[in-house]
Structures are given as structure tokens and as C-alpha cells.
């Protein structure tokens, strides 16, 4: 009997690490992740994939662990044995980033020189190949020095958190040339979904619709509204990660959808999703710019579209309308059938997709 094959996951437990690990399971994985422990569960986004492992049918599996803790990483390694590892880990907001700027780069730079040891060390002494994914960053891009970005586009991060990203993207650069490891980085734009954290803007923006139409909020408060940023949806993006490490060579992709939109353009369809003007909504609080901001990010996705065969399958206006309409379930609130049409075509199958969530 041939064995399954295993993945090992960082951050399983955010918005990325859910849909990877379904993605991975319906391709036939048993799939372990890294969990930190917390005082209340941070499993909810898996819990409508998680079985007991005392169950025969298990498998996903979770392990304990930090990326702050590399004896703990090494001996996940050691128990696992996977051959595809995916590293999501991080802490992934950028505002915050600039408060705690030693643990961003600790976990998000250091975290991942953690992991490549390991692997290197694993690999050396038992001679099998584990394949290694990075998720990379378009805010590694930072500073606009051309447009639209690709992997050539020279890189000037603005963020604690994108100069800790860039460490990890050119540590495995090196350790692909050093020591032959199949290390790939994945520079994902912005990706969206229903499962984005609630302290991200799309989210943040999609949330406050819903609870404002439920009658539990009644204003917004954020910060620039200017920049732009190139959105996609989290459940395509995932599929690129996989689809990098099953290549014959090692190498490193642009996953993006090409197209850019400011704050304000996602504002507009997002309350005009329910007929309300944002402009009777939105406040301004200074807390939320960043000490430096990136003004526009924008990607080619050209290479991964001809080497990878991938293409993003979701819309702008298909994205924001599937945030609301999950925003809005949750709350038990639904729109008359039809009301979305406008910006969301295939409306039957992000309501569908949204009932998962
Ligand atoms: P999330 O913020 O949703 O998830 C981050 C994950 O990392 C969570 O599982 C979190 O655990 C875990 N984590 C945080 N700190 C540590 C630590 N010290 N040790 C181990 N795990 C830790 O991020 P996304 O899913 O959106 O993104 C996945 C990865 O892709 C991240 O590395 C992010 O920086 C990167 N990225 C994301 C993009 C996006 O648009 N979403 C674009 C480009 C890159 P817990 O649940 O316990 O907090
Ligand atoms: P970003 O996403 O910084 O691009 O990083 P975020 O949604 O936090 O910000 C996008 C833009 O919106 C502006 N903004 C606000 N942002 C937040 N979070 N909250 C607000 O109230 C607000 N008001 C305006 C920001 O200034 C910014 O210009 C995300 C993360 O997922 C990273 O981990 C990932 O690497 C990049 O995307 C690609």
C-alpha cells in the first residue's frame, strides 16, 4: 500500500492555513499543522474539518508549537515526516508590526531561518527531499519602484513586517542555492475571503456593513483610504502554493490578479452591495495609518499563469460580494434574492461557498 502523502503547515490556524488544509485533504494528504496554545480555542477555522484522531478516517492532525521555538519545530519534523512543508506563520499584520516590531521580525524572519535549518538538518541526515513553501509578500514591494510588480521588480519594503518577510524570501532563495533545498516563495498579493481576520480592511469593512445594517455599530473607523492594493480570493491563492511545489524545479512566483483598487473603491461596493452610501458611515481615526504606508501594489501574474497554469477564478466585485454576504449570514440576515446581482454574478455559487464558511 503506497503511504499518504504529508504536509506540515505553519499557521494553520489563519485564514490561509483553512483553506490550504482543505485544499490539501481533497487532493488525498493527511495534513499535520503547528498550533500555539491559547487560553480560549483558535481552531475555528477548522472546525468543520477536524475529526478526533482517535477516529481511523483522521487526517489532520495538530501539533503544538511556535515558530519562536525552534526545538519544538525540529522535533514536529522528526515525528511528521512530511514531504511538502507550508509556511503561513506569521504575524501577518502590518499596522501591528510597527508596534511589535522584534516579535514580527522573531517570528516572521527568524521563524523561518528556524524552519530551513531544520529541513536542511532532516534532509541531510535522512536523505529525503522535503519540498518548502514560503509565503512570500507583495508588501515586500513597498515603495513603488515600477508597475505592475513581478519577480524581477527590485524590492524596498516599508513595515518591520516586509523587511522580516524579505529576510525569510532571500534565506530561501539561499538555502535553494546553498544546499539544493526545493524551497519556493510564493509573493502573494493581498487574498480575501470570509475567513480574513476581522482586523484587516476588507474584512473590517465587510464586518461593519453587516452590523451596521443588524443595527449593532453605527459608524467605521479607519485610516487612509487612498491606497490601492490588488485583491484576490484566499481559495485560489492556496492552490497556487500547491501547485509551486509540485514543479519540477524549485522557483519563485507572483501570484496576483492584476488589477488594483483603493479603499474607497471597495467601500463604494461594499455598502452599495446593500444600498447604503459610506459616506454616512465611515469616520476617520489616525491610529490606524501606518508610520509609512504603501501606496500602490499591483501584480503580473504572468509567469505563474504560463508555468503554473494558474488563474484567479473570483472577481473584484465577486470578492466584496461574497465577504458581505458571509458577514451577513452570520448575522442571520439575508438579502432578497437578486439583490447582489450586480456585483456578484455567480451569486448562487458564493452563497454556496459562503454557507461553508
Ligand atoms: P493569518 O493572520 O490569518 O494567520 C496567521 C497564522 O500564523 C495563524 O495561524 C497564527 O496563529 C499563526 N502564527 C502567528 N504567530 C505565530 C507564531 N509565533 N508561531 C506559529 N504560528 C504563528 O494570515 P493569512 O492566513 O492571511 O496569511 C498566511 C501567510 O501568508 C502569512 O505568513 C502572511 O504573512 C502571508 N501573506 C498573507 C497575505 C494575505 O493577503 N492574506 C498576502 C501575502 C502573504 P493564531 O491563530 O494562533 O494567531
Ligand atoms: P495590508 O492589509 O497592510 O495590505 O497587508 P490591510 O488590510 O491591513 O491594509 C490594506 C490597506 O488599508 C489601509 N487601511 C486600513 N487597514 C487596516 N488594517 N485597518 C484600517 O482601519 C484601515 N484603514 C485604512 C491600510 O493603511 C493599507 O493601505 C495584508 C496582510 O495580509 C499582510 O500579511 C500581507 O502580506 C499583505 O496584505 C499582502
Not at 505553519?10 to 485544499?23: A, C, N, P, R, V
Not at 529541513?119 to 509565503?135: C, K, L, M, N
Not at 524570501?169 to 526545493?182: A, D, I, K, M
Request: some cysteine; charged content about 25%.
Amino acid at each position: 500500500m503506497t503511504q499518504r502523502k504529508r504536509a506540515l503547515l505553519t499557521g494553520i490556524t489563519g485564514q490561509d492555513g483553512s483553506y490550504l488544509s482543505e485544499f490539501l485533504l481533497e487532493q488525498g494528504y493527511e495534513v499535520h499543522g503547528i498550533i500555539r496554545r491559547t487560553s480560549t480555542f483558535n481552531t475555528d477555522r477548522l472546525d468543520h474539518i477536524y475529526v478526533d484522531p482517535h477516529n481511523p478516517t483522521a487526517r489532520l492532525f495538530l501539533h503544538y508549537g511556535d515558530l519562536t521555538d525552534g526545538v519544538t519545530l525540529r522535533r514536529i519534523l522528526e515525528e511528521v515526516k512530511p514531504v511538502e512543508i507550508y509556511n503561513l506563520g506569521a504575524q501577518s499584520h502590518v499596522r501591528v508590526s510597527f508596534d511589535s516590531p522584534e516579535y514580527t521580525v522573531d517570528t516572521v524572519a527568524m521563524g523561518t531561518l528556524r524552519l530551513l535549518e531544520a529541513i536542511r538538518d532532516y534532509q541531510h541526515r535522512t536523505g529525503i527531499e522535503v519540498r518548502f513553501y514560503q509565503a512570500g509578500s507583495s508588501e515586500m514591494f513597498g515603495k513603488v519602484q515600477e508597475v505592475p510588480q513581478k519577480e524581477t521588480t527590485p524590492f524596498y519594503p516599508r513595515s518591520p513586517y516586509a523587511c522580516a518577510k524579505l529576510y525569510g524570501h532571500w534565506q530561501t532563495v539561499n538555502y535553494r542555492e546553498s544546499y539544493g533545498l526545493f524551497a519556493c516563495n510564493g509573493i502573494l498579493f493581498n487574498h480575501e475571503s470570509p475567513r480574513r481576520g476581522e482586523t484587516f480592511v476588507t474584512r473590517k469593512i465587510t464586518r461593519a456593513v453587516a452590523r451596521i445594517l443588524a443595527g449593532k455599530q453605527k459608524k467605521i473607523y479607519l485610516g487612509n483610504l487612498d491606497s490601492k492594493r490588488d485583491w484576490g480570493y484566499a481559495k485560489d491563492y492556496v492552490r497556487a502554493m500547491w501547485l509551486m511545489l509540485q514543479q519540477e524545479q524549485p522557483d519563485d512566483y507572483v501570484i496576483a490578479t492584476g488589477e488594483t483598487y483603493s479603499i474607497r473603491e471597495f467601500l463604494d461596493l461594499a455598502f452599495g452591495y446593500v444600498n447604503l452610501d459610506w459616506h454616512d458611515y465611515v469616520e476617520f481615526d489616525e491610529r490606524y495609518l501606518r508610520p509609512a504606508e504603501v501606496e500602490l501594489l499591483i501584480g503580473d501574474p504572468s509567469k505563474a499563469k504560463e508555468k503554473l497554469g494558474w488563474q484567479p477564478s473570483v472577481t473584484f466585485s465577486e470578492l466584496v460580494g461574497l465577504m458581505v454576504e458571509a458577514d451577513l449570514q452570520r448575522l442571520g440576515l439575508t438579502l432578497p434574492d437578486g439583490k447582489g446581482a450586480k456585483f456578484a454574478p455567480d451569486i448562487a455559487t458564493i452563497r454556496q461557498d459562503a454557507a461553508t464558511v
